[in-house]
C-alpha cells in the first residue's frame, strides 16, 4: 500500500466529503444490485440500487478521492528464476507435467504487461451499464 497515491479530485473540503460520502453509497449500491443480479431478482430494489448507483456516481467519480495503484513486480523479491533460467519450482520437483517454461523473452514481455496501470474504473463502469440496463 505504500506505493498507492491517494487523488483528491477537488480541493473544496466539504464538496469533497460529500463526494466520498456519494462514493460509499454508490459502492454499496451497486454491491447489492449485483447481488440481487446473482439471485435473477430485479424487482423493486434491483432498480432502487441501480437508480441510486446512477445519481451518486457521477459525482463521486467528479469530486471525489480515489486511490491510483501501482503494481510493480521488477526485481529481485518477485524472480521466480535462477540465474540459468531455471524456475525454483522445477528444482523443488512440483512440476506441473502440462507447464511449458518461459524463455527470456516471453518472461520479459509479460513483466512488461504485469507493469501497465491497471483500469478498475472502466470494470466497474462496464458492470455498472449491464446492471443498469435493465432499470
Not at 456519494?22 to 454491491?31: A, D, N, T, V
Not at 526485481?75 to 523443488?92: F, L, Q, R, S
Not at 478498475?120 to 440496463?133: Q, V, Y
Request: some cysteine.
Amino acid at each position: 500500500m505504500k506505493n498507492n497515491l491517494k487523488v483528491h479530485k477537488t480541493n473544496i473540503l466539504p464538496l469533497r466529503w460529500f463526494a466520498n460520502m456519494c462514493g460509499e453509497i454508490s459502492g454499496w449500491s451497486i454491491l447489492k444490485a449485483a447481488y440481487l443480479d446473482e439471485d435473477e431478482n430485479y424487482g423493486w430494489q434491483y432498480k432502487m440500487h441501480g437508480i441510486i448507483y446512477r445519481l451518486t456516481w457521477p459525482i463521486a467519480y467528479k469530486y471525489g478521492s480515489f486511490y491510483e495503484f501501482s503494481c510493480d513486480m521488477s526485481g529481485p523479491a518477485w524472480d521466480d528464476y535462477d540465474e540459468n533460467g531455471v524456475p525454483y519450482w522445477e528444482k523443488t520437483g512440483t512440476v506441473d507435467p502440462d507447464y511449458t517454461p518461459m524463455n527470456k523473452e516471453q518472461l520479459a514481455e509479460w513483466r512488461e504487461s504485469m507493469n501497465k496501470e491497471w483500469d478498475f474504473e472502466d470494470f466497474w463502469t462496464r458492470d455498472a451499464f449491464r446492471i443498469i440496463k435493465n432499470v
